[in-house]
Structure formats: structure tokens, C-alpha cells
């Protein structure tokens, strides 16, 4: 079975620097899946990257990108240029292909952007 | 176009009752799954639905069930409810096309179900 481990459960950073949240997760597969996903508070969750694990370069989204480390099984998550609407939970997802619509999540890192 | 919508928004039911929560996917999306969110447990996979089959199955009793309509539209239901039950459920919905082939998926507000 997969899991996915989040080890910050909270994190704050000061408004315009940079922060990143950890991701590892376990895995027999080959062809999955990864994704950070955001759920600011009382609003719907959003996907904030996606990444391909047979693709070795890093997704990158505006000032969301990823460290993707295939052999390590690890799934970073770098802001940079924080912004107050950062705030929010983030989580890390996993997604085997073949497999849609199954989504495993880890428990979610709580960012704090402060001004 | 529209995004997923989720009805009702809040539930209150007491232990025993059974309750049926309603989701509407994007338009064009053939892909529903739905999820529980608790404090203690996290995200949790319920199931997944494609032209009105499940095709996909998380680790929850028989008590917790879904369709899916023609339209795509889906129903989940939950029978019997337990205390533990209490949650937010939350659907999401994908165009389905590339079955498995990890297709973003977009999230309703979620039902927030409190059993009493």
C-alpha cells in the first residue's frame, strides 16, 4: 500500500521569502502520479502542481515549483515570494496510474504567511 | 464554466439516521470520486465513479455507498450513521478520459456532516 507522510504540520514564513514543505512517500509502483494540493481556510481545496513521476524534470508553476527526487521518494514544495493568500493547508498527494480518482494524501503542513 | 458544487453545504444528523449528500461535477466531467476529511483521519479515499460505475474502492464499510446518474451527477450515501461519521465530505470531479493516467481533479466546497 502507498502512503504519503507530511513531517511539518505547521510552518509559517514572512510575507515575500521563500519557504518549502516536505513530502515523502512510499511506494512499489513506477508509474504514479504526485501533487500538492491547497486548502485555504473555509474555501475549496485547489491543485497547486502536478508532477509526472516517468518526467525527471521539476514542475514549476508561477512561484510554485517542486524538487522532485524519484530514488529518495521525496516530493518538495518551494513558494517563493510568499504572498498572504498562501496561507492555507497544503497537502501532498499520490495518485498510481491506472488508478484515477484514488487519491492518497498525506496529513497536510499548515502555512502561515505573515506580513 | 461552473465548478463542482456540493449539496447541502451542513448536515446535522443523529446516530442511527442515513443521509444521502448530492454533487454536481464540471461540466464535461465524467469522473467523480469522493472523499472524507477528519481531524483525526485526514483525506480518505471513498470511491470513484465513471459512466455511472464504480471503478475505484476505499477501505470503508458497506454502511457508506454512491451512484452515479446519466449526467454524471453523483449521490453518496451513508446509512445507519455513527458518531465517527461526523466529517467533511468533499467530491471531485475529472474529465475521466485518460482513465488512470492521473488526470487533475477539481474539488467541490464539501457537505460538512456533524452526527449527533
Known amino acids: 500500500a502507498q502512503t504519503v507522510t507530511q513531517s511539518q504540520p505547521e510552518m509559517s514564513v514572512q510575507e515575500a521569502e521563500t519557504v518549502t514543505l516536505s513530502c515523502t512517500y512510499d511506494?512499489?509502483?513506477?508509474?504514479?502520479?504526485l501533487f500538492w494540493y491547497k486548502q485555504p481556510p473555509s474555501r475549496q481545496m485547489i491543485l497547486v502542481i502536478r508532477?509526472?513521476?516517468?518526467?525527471?524534470q521539476n514542475a514549476t508553476e508561477n512561484r510554485f515549483s517542486v524538487n522532485f527526487q524519484k530514488a529518495a521518494k521525496s516530493f518538495s514544495l518551494k513558494i517563493s515570494d510568499s504572498q498572504l493568500g498562501d496561507t492555507a493547508m497544503y497537502f501532498c498527494?499520490?495518485?498510481?496510474?491506472?488508478?484515477?480518482?484514488?487519491?492518497?494524501f498525506g496529513k497536510g503542513t499548515k502555512l502561515s504567511v505573515k506580513p | 464554466k461552473a465548478g463542482v458544487t456540493q449539496t447541502p453545504r451542513y448536515l446535522i444528523k443523529t446516530r442511527g439516521q442515513q443521509v444521502t449528500l448530492s454533487c454536481s461535477p464540471i461540466?464535461?466531467?465524467?469522473?467523480v470520486s469522493w472523499y472524507q476529511q477528519t481531524p483525526g483521519q485526514g483525506l480518505q479515499f471513498l470511491f470513484e465513479?465513471?459512466?455511472?460505475?464504480?471503478?475505484n474502492k476505499g477501505n470503508f464499510p458497506g454502511r457508506f455507498s454512491g451512484r452515479q446518474f446519466s449526467n454524471s451527477r453523483s449521490e453518496m450515501n451513508v446509512s445507519t450513521l455513527e458518531l465517527g461519521d461526523s466529517a467533511l465530505y468533499l467530491c471531485?470531479?475529472?474529465?475521466?478520459?485518460?482513465?488512470?493516467?492521473?488526470?487533475?481533479?477539481?474539488f467541490g466546497p464539501g457537505t460538512r456532516l456533524l452526527v449527533l
Open positions: 508532477q509526472e513521476a516517468y518526467k525527471q
Open positions: 511506494t512499489s509502483e513506477n508509474n504514479y502520479y
Open positions: 471531485a470531479s475529472s474529465e475521466g478520459v485518460g482513465t488512470g493516467m492521473g488526470e487533475t481533479q477539481y
Open positions: 498527494a499520490f495518485m498510481k496510474r491506472g488508478s484515477q480518482g484514488n487519491l492518497i
Open positions: 461540466s464535461g466531467h465524467r469522473s
Open positions: 465513479y465513471f459512466s455511472e460505475t464504480q471503478r
